[in-house]
């Protein structure tokens, strides 16, 4: 065996961040949700010194980091990274044969990236280019209508990132105390500020009814939306395909899910128009190409949601229905601390780099001071 594509070690840990959002005076800690402030920074180290990063979200990060070290490392130590079939198929049926997602699902993503970033350092490829190279370039859109800013603040906010060249804005709703019809106002707010040629998208994430849902969506139904992402309680996929039916608002959702299955039902079930696997948190980038090919048979795109750009611009770059990356502001600034070199829109466009794997470096002291003490 190749001794640099062997893995060694795992080391994970958990970290914390503030958030600067543009035209607020005051940071916001993690993700706008207090139960939601730290993320899990993972290294993957080969039997040559290679190393390979994962990350993964805001979901119980320090069972993650448990799972890693105590569960996994021992399963996975002495394999191959480029063997991510035999890998997944190992940690499946020796720590999660009733397909349970959740944590084991966010462990295994970490796991996952890093084992594709050591693969693509080895070879010389980006891992856009291992999954299929369909393009170099990749939209992004960006999440900055958070519920901190009043109507005319989030008008002001989207002129801002339009005048930055984005062509994407998408909006938090469900949040508001003034409920759908508050939601209604904001987004028509939202659209009259940048007019017809923006692509504006909104995302409840998870907290409608179907009733308030199908409220909103018939107050808006001329705002001419791109994709109502997550309207829902659970996903329920029976009831998002009644949503979908009764809306010509095009419905998006997926990002947390943790496995093809839950995915597939989303697909089966024509509960949404575009699929959203997140490379972080479905077990990584094995799992997503599988979600991928799946919707690439019903035709459907597939975007990202759940944010995590710098990761599932790989995705939406390697393969063919790839599609909008979410350049979401908070977990963006994550990124810009943790990495030199982390490419940034220009137009409403990211350029991948050449760089091997991730094609990201990491700024190991931006790693030591947001570490959150076990
Ligand atoms: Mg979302």
């Not at 916001?28 to 920074?41: D, Y």
């Not at 390979?52 to 990274?81: C, K, N, W």
């Not at 139904?221 to 949503?243: G, K, S, V, Y």
């Not at 997140?278 to 035709?299: D, P, S, V």
Request: hydrophobic share 40%; net charge negative; glycine share 10%.
């Amino acid at each position: 065996m190749d001794a640099s594509f062997v893995i060694k070690d795992i080391r994970a840990s958990v970290h914390t961040i503030s958030i600067q959002i543009p035209l607020l005076s005051e940071k916001i800690a993690g993700f706008g949700r207090e139960e939601q402030t730290e993320f899990v920074f993972c290294e993957v180290e080969t039997a040559a010194g290679v190393t390979g990063i994962g990350m993964t979200g805001q979901f119980l990060p320090h069972a993650v980091v448990e799972t890693l070290h105590t569960h996994i490392l021992p399963l996975v130590r002495g394999m191959d990274v480029r063997d991510v079939e035999a890998v997944h198929s190992r940690v499946w049926w020796k720590l999660n044969a009733r397909a349970m997602t959740g944590v084991i699902s966010s462990a295994l993503s970490c796991l996952d990236i890093a084992m594709w970033d050591i693969h693509g350092k080895g070879v010389d490829r980006t891992i856009a280019g291992l999954l299929g190279g369909a393009r170099k370039n990749v939209p992004a859109y960006c999440t900055f209508g958070f519920p901190q800013y009043d109507l005319d603040l989030l008008a002001e906010a989207a002129k801002l990132h339009v005048a930055n060249g984005f062509k994407g804005l998408k909006l938090v709703v469900a949040v508001d105390k003034g409920g759908w019809r508050e939601d209604a106002r904001r987004v028509r707010k939202v659209r009259d500020a940048v007019g017809d040629d923006i692509d504006i998208m909104i995302d409840a994430n998870y907290l409608f009814n179907p009733v308030q849902a199908k409220q909103l969506c018939r107050a808006i139904e001329d705002c001419n939306i791109t994709w109502f992402e997550e309207p829902l309680h659970q996903n329920d996929a029976r009831a998002m395909h009644d949503l979908r039916r009764s809306t010509r608002i095009p419905i998006a959702g997926g990002q947390n899910e943790g496995h093809r299955w839950r995915l597939r039902e989303l697909v089966e079930k024509h509960a949404v128009d575009i699929l959203q696997p997140n490379c972080c948190f479905n077990g990584g980038y094995t799992e997503t190409r599988k979600a991928a090919h799946l919707a690439q048979a019903y035709n459907l795109p597939i975007a990202n949601g759940g944010g995590w750009p710098l990761f599932n611009m790989h995705t939406m770059a390697g393969l063919m229905n790839g599609w909008y990356v979410e350049w979401h502001l908070g977990i963006v600034s994550i990124g810009e601390a943790f990495f030199k070199d982390a490419p940034v829109p220009v137009n409403g466009e990211i350029t991948l780099s050449d760089k091997p794997g991730l094609g990201l470096t990491v700024d190991y002291d931006a790693v030591r001071s947001t570490r959150v003490k076990p």
